[in-house]
């Protein structure tokens, strides 16, 4: 049971926009801590894609952006491309538990 | 180009010790926290702890505290985690991580390749 809480799988179209969610508590993302959100293709290592709930690293498409509201962190993808089915992962820090970096279970995001 | 390059893949047998590495280069090593994430096979990602190499300090999530050792050579810009006994269940892909800032809840901004260890008899 992860810290922060992701839906296990989304899909879209070519072209269409999708969501993903990441809900955590009063001590991570409710008590301020910034959420980061990561790629990771097939095969490959993780990389940075939205950090500090909604700032890009050079070289990161703006169809991609984040957002953060209360608990709650979200992660848009716009003009849905093959290239972008991948897992997503938010990550925060967590005050509560010795003060650890907590990462979500991860969201399967599948292009139809 | 700031990379992490880490030692290769591992077979080690239950019982065993093992200690796997990080390499940072193109940027200064010693004033980064530079950690590692596991990923158990198909599975998602877990915070194991990380190091400051100027000074050696390091953070442990509980989840791993006592169960790993991370260190740190900063005369060779690297970073190591080590296991003095390993166990099946510590089959995984290691990643080490760059920590973007020096402030816990900063993100981690560049990923090794990943080391894939195999545990079994």
């Known amino acids: 049971q992860s810290v922060l809480t992701q839906p296990p799988s989304v899909s879209g179209a070519p072209g269409q926009r999708v969501t993903i969610s990441c809900t955590g508590s009063?001590?991570?993302?409710?008590?301020?801590?910034?959420v980061h959100w990561y790629q990771q293709l097939p095969g490959s290592a993780p990389k940075l894609l939205i950090y500090?709930?909604?700032n890009r690293p050079s070289g990161v498409p703006d169809r991609f952006s984040g957002s953060k509201s209360g608990i709650s962190a979200s992660l848009a993808i716009t003009g849905l491309q093959a290239e972008d089915e991948a897992d997503y992962y938010c990550?925060?820090?967590?005050?509560?538990?010795?003060?650890?970096?907590?990462f979500g279970g991860g969201t399967k995001l599948t292009v139809l | 180009e700031v990379q992490l390059v880490q030692s290769g893949a591992e077979v080690k047998k239950p019982g065993e010790s093992l200690k796997i590495s990080c390499k940072g280069s193109?940027?200064?090593?010693?004033?980064?926290?530079i950690g590692w994430v596991r990923q158990m096979p198909g599975k998602g990602l877990e915070w194991m702890g990380n190091?400051?190499?100027?000074?050696?300090?390091?953070k442990y999530s509980p989840s791993f505290q006592g169960q790993v050792t991370i260190s740190a050579d900063k005369s060779i810009n690297t970073a190591y985690l080590q296991w003095t006994s390993l166990k099946a269940s510590d089959t995984a892909i290691y990643y080490c991580?760059?920590?973007?800032?020096?402030?816990?809840?900063?993100?981690?901004?560049?990923w090794g390749q990943g080391t894939l260890v195999t545990v079994s008899s």
């Open positions: 500090a709930n909604t």
């Open positions: 991580v760059r920590s973007q800032s020096y402030f816990d809840w900063s993100s981690f901004d560049y």
């Open positions: 009063s001590s991570n993302i409710g008590a301020h801590y910034d």
């Open positions: 193109g940027y200064t090593f010693n004033t980064y926290w």
């Open positions: 190091i400051f190499p100027r000074d050696s300090a390091t």
């Open positions: 990550q925060s820090y967590d005050s509560s538990l010795s003060g650890s970096r907590v």
